[in-house]
């Protein structure tokens, strides 16, 4: 009968001999393992870039909400102040106020015939009437300005005033000047003076406010235009106005 003989490891300086080394990442996976529903995670390879990670919907969601409730309130505020405007015009019923020259005078009209230079100046009573009931109207101050065929000849301040309900104001207001004409202007003007019919614009610009009962709106701008037709330009007299057509708009 055979004899087997045992071999035994040999200890050397009483350390045991190291325990051989295993490659873990390199072993095949079972053959009849099962992940389940979750994929196997691997490291990346060394120099790969990163994977990308997925976006944060939470920031995503309070940003939407931010942008519906800053539509939501500019809707509100746009339906309230149109329901406003419209329950104050129903109330109210606002009219513009009319505007129109009332007399014209010529305090001083002399032409230096060597330097066409002309010296010029005007009292205006000008006549603004508020048909409405329940508004007031502030007039804060302004120009007025006369002209001839476009070139200004003149111009002076429109005085700063209240107008009540259904009220007529006329301010009396001074215009003066001094222009340099050009020889067509020139030859324009002392035909027309001397033909009678003389056309001047007079303008004026003046900051409106309007008053709803206790309530005061914003500032618009009163634009008033009247074109007139005056029989002379002599200093001194009151002009005999021909002709005068006014338009008076108001814009924001």
């Known amino acids: 009968m055979a004899s087997y003989h045992r071999v035994h490891p040999v200890i050397v300086d ?15 996976p079972p053959p009849n393992a099962d992940y389940g529903d979750r994929l196997p995670i691997t490291a990346p390879a060394p120099g790969a870039p990163a994977p990308l ?5 939470k920031r995503h969601s309070r940003c939407c909400r931010c942008v519906c409730c800053t539509l939501l309130v500019v809707i509100v505020l746009v339906v309230a102040l149109g329901a406003t405007a419209g329950i104050l015009y129903a109330v109210f ?3 513009i106020p009319t505007f129109r020259v009332e007399r014209l005078t010529a305090t001083r009209f002399d032409v230096n015939t060597t330097s066409m230079t002309l010296r010029d100046a005007f009292e205006v009573q000008v006549t603004a009437e508020n048909p409405n009931r329940r508004i007031g109207v502030y007039y804060d101050g302004g120009w007025v ?13 429109f005085p700063a005033l209240y107008q009540g309900h259904r009220s007529t104001v006329r301010p009396l207001i001074t215009l003066e000047g001094e222009t340099r004409l050009d020889s067509a202007v020139a030859a324009q003007l002392l ?3 001397q033909a009678g019919f003389v056309p001047l614009t007079v303008i004026a610009h003046v900051p409106i406010r309007i008053k709803f009962g206790a309530l ?3 500032k618009m ?9 005056v029989d002379n330009l002599e200093a001194g007299r009151r002009l ?4 005068n057509s006014c338009s008076f708009k108001l814009k924001p």
């Open 14 to 28: 009483g350390s045991p001999l190291p325990a051989p080394e295993q490659n873990k990442d390199k072993l095949p």
């Open 145 to 157: 300005s006369a002209s001839f065929n476009g070139t200004e000849l003149c111009r002076g301040a």
């Open 93 to 95: 019923r606002p009219k």
């Open 216 to 218: 005061k709106l914003w």
């Open 53 to 57: 990670r997925a976006p944060r919907r």
């Open 191 to 193: 035909q027309q003076r």
């Open 221 to 229: 701008t009163g634009k008033a235009r009247c074109r007139l037709v």
């Open 240 to 243: 005999r106005i021909r002709s």
